[in-house]
């Protein structure tokens, strides 16, 4: 079956970075764009960025734009979330997710599998 483990949270102080990796298996990996997204406490599920299938084509948010980045080693079936200055209002759960065709989109409804999300905290 489809799973998706993200790791690399943690507490970090406010202009802090972090690493989120998310290993994929039971799926084609070089075929499926991937994303990530974050939920604060009371908060929707919000679109962080998004990678397509190479690698050649990425989005982000524009509260992220500049400071994350997103990338992907086809070879070992992982997706990153390179996160750099991070603040406060970072703090979420961040979840990685995959779709089934190899563009990228930015809407939460286009992802088809989901891992079990991995808990960012930025201290001020």
């Known amino acids: 079956q489809v799973q998706l483990v993200e790791s690399g949270g943690g507490l970090v102080q406010t202009g802090g970075s972090l690493r989120l990796s998310c290993a994929a298996s039971?799926?084609?990996?070089?075929?499926?764009?991937m994303g990530w997204f974050r939920q604060a406490p009371g908060k929707e599920r919000e679109f962080v960025a998004a990678?397509?299938?190479?690698?050649?084509?990425?989005y982000y948010a524009d509260s992220v734009k500049g400071r994350f980045t997103i990338s992907r080693d086809n070879a070992k079936n992982t997706v990153y979330l390179q996160m750099n200055s991070l603040k406060p209002d970072d703090t979420a759960v961040y979840y990685c997710?995959?779709?089934?065709?190899?563009?990228?989109?930015?809407?939460?409804?286009?992802?088809?599998?989901w891992g079990q999300g991995t808990q960012v905290t930025v201290s001020p």
């Open positions: 997710a995959a779709r089934s065709a190899t563009s990228a989109r930015t809407g939460a409804n286009e992802y088809d599998y």
């Open positions: 990678i397509n299938w190479s690698g050649g084509i990425t």
């Open positions: 039971g799926l084609t990996f070089s075929l499926r764009a």
